[in-house]
């Protein structure tokens, strides 16, 4: 299959498509034959790639990289037997997708390489007996670049021209901060390494080398996601693509509401809201660099490229009229949306589980700001963040993701007894309702709330932010899937609620 692009790529608008590990891993056909080929005709392309994952994250090359990391530090060889599961997967892929000899020779000599790099820096941490927060972001980074040295070779093999761009060695500065200037540089850079690479299609690894303080423990592993924000800020892409195996956003998980509904516009603002307490959507770091640029960001599915997918729209690039949005700006003709005149109601509710609920009976009632300050420092100690939080004079509730916080919460928790009285409530979940115009509605909450009455459902902290885009509410875990259906019902489902009207969206650029 020889692709024929246009006769000056150059002068056609970039747009970044980010693919996570199980879409790189089950649907690689579908990626290289179907997808990037249709973009390719009316746009420059860049591609950034998670690690492979056949089948679910967990069993993924990223946290298969982990386990063998944590082997090595035992002092045994039982991460060779991982490496050997990687290797072979990898090989495996090249060979069943791989037609030209040629090509899958080089690809083979690329792959055991990078494999032997990998036995290197394994067996150096088994010899120490440790291993630094840089050198393990360089282990896990591999992930991704064998993704993308598939992907790429995959890509010429069906007559695309594309060029591996390895990111690990991107930074040629000293950087102490994880601030603005640390991001606007990486993304200079990346425009730098892509221009270099002519009109090939640049495949990206999602990894783009240490960064202060530690890629994963910093940045965490949606930082794939944010390599594809920055290289869409650095081109001015004309949206940034982030492929997954569903169809977008949707009013509530559809796995676990039948009666959900794709949104087929949102906010940053709700998006981000979203990613935080519960729903997978995009890293929050994505976000906030994705809408400072401006950029759309259009949430597709691999199993369905047809589909139009969500699209988080910036708020500045917009025209609203007569409940009418025309977007953007410079260019009214690229996206065309119909909305929802009452488009005052919530957007969607989400759930994030594995919650502890921390109550702290405080010892000096008189000195209340004090303690509080002492409370926040040993949390910010242990870097445990916290989720919601509810004061008086007397009490302090606070909600945690023992998911996130791990052992640092408990050593947290052996300081915490010297300010007061603790008592910890397990297995707890926040549900969320999320929406930038409930502001401008009254009885939201109160139909929220009656919703889980109804359903018989107590709750333990109430949570309300200034902006008031955002009302949760910490419940018992196992109640989570009922006070999903039950709010969902009474303020969200269109069969239920005529208020509601089905959005719709059309892309007149696909």
């Excluded at 199980?22 to 690689?28: A, E, I, N």
């Excluded at 959900?260 to 949102?266: A, D, E, N």
């Excluded at 603790?422 to 009885?443: C, E, P, Y």
């Amino acid at each position: 299959m020889q692709v024929k692009l246009q006769s000056n790529p150059s002068e056609l608008p970039w747009i970044v498509q980010k693919y996570g590990g199980t879409s790189v891993g089950k649907f690689l056909n579908e990626i290289v034959e179907d997808i990037i080929p249709k973009y390719l005709k009316t746009n420059r392309v860049a591609i950034v790639c998670s690690a492979r994952s056949e089948d679910t994250e967990e069993k993924g090359t990223t946290n298969r990289l982990l386990e063998a990391v944590e082997k090595s530090l035992e002092g045994t060889d039982e991460y060779q037997s991982i490496v050997n599961t990687i290797r072979n997967d990898h090989i495996n892929t090249a060979r069943s997708n791989i037609k030209n000899p040629e090509i899958l020779l080089i690809l083979e000599i690329q792959l055991k390489n990078e494999f032997i790099k990998l036995s290197s820096f394994l067996e150096a941490a088994k010899i120490i007996g440790e291993v630094s927060p840089r050198s393990r972001d360089v282990i896990v980074g591999m992930g991704e670049k064998l993704s993308c040295i598939i992907i790429t070779a995959v890509l010429k093999d069906r007559g695309i021209d594309s060029q591996l761009v390895a990111l690990n060695d991107i930074i040629h500065q000293e950087f102490t901060n994880l601030d603005q200037t640390f991001y606007d540089y990486i993304s200079n850079r990346i425009h730098k390494v892509i221009h270099e690479c002519g009109n090939s299609v640049p495949v990206l690894t999602g990894f783009f080398g240490p960064v202060p303080g530690g890629l994963l423990s910093k940045i965490g592993r949606g930082y794939t996601d944010l390599c594809a924000a920055l290289t869409a800020v650095g081109l001015k892409s004309e949206e940034l693509q982030i492929w997954k195996e569903v169809d977008g956003i949707f009013t509530v998980d559809p796995h676990k509401v039948s009666t959900s509904r794709l949104l087929p516009i949102i906010s940053p603002e709700e998006a981000a809201e979203l990613s935080y307490y519960g729903s997978k959507v995009i890293h929050l770091f994505t976000m906030e660099q994705i809408t400072r640029a401006e950029i759309p960001v259009r949430i597709k599915n691999v199993m369905n490229p047809s589909g139009p997918g969500s699209i988080i729209f910036p708020e500045k690039k917009k025209i609203v009229t007569c409940g009418m949005v025309t977007q953007p700006l410079e260019d009214l003709t690229q996206y065309e949306y119909r909305m929802d005149p009452s488009e005052d109601r919530p957007t969607a509710v989400t759930v994030k589980d594995e919650i502890w609920v921390v109550n702290v009976k405080l010892n000096h009632k008189n000195r209340s700001h004090i303690v509080l300050a002492k409370l926040f420092g040993i949390l910010d100690k242990y870097h445990v963040p916290v989720d919601l939080v509810s004061t008086s004079n007397v009490h302090v509730s606070l909600a945690l993701s023992s998911k996130v916080a791990g052992k640092s919460l408990r050593q947290a928790l052996t300081e915490l007894k010297d300010l007061g009285m603790i008592n910890v409530i397990q297995d707890m979940a926040i549900v969320s309702l999320i929406g930038k115009h409930m502001k401008n509605t009254i009885g939201v909450a109160s139909e929220m709330f009656t919703s889980l009455a109804e359903s018989g459902i107590n709750i333990e902290i109430i949570s309300q932010g200034a902006s008031k885009i955002n009302i949760s509410c910490v419940i018992k875990e196992k109640h989570a899937l009922t006070a999903l259906e039950a709010i969902h019902r009474k303020l969200l489902d269109v069969d239920s609620n005529n208020e509601h009207v089905t959005n719709e969206i059309t892309n007149s650029s696909l």
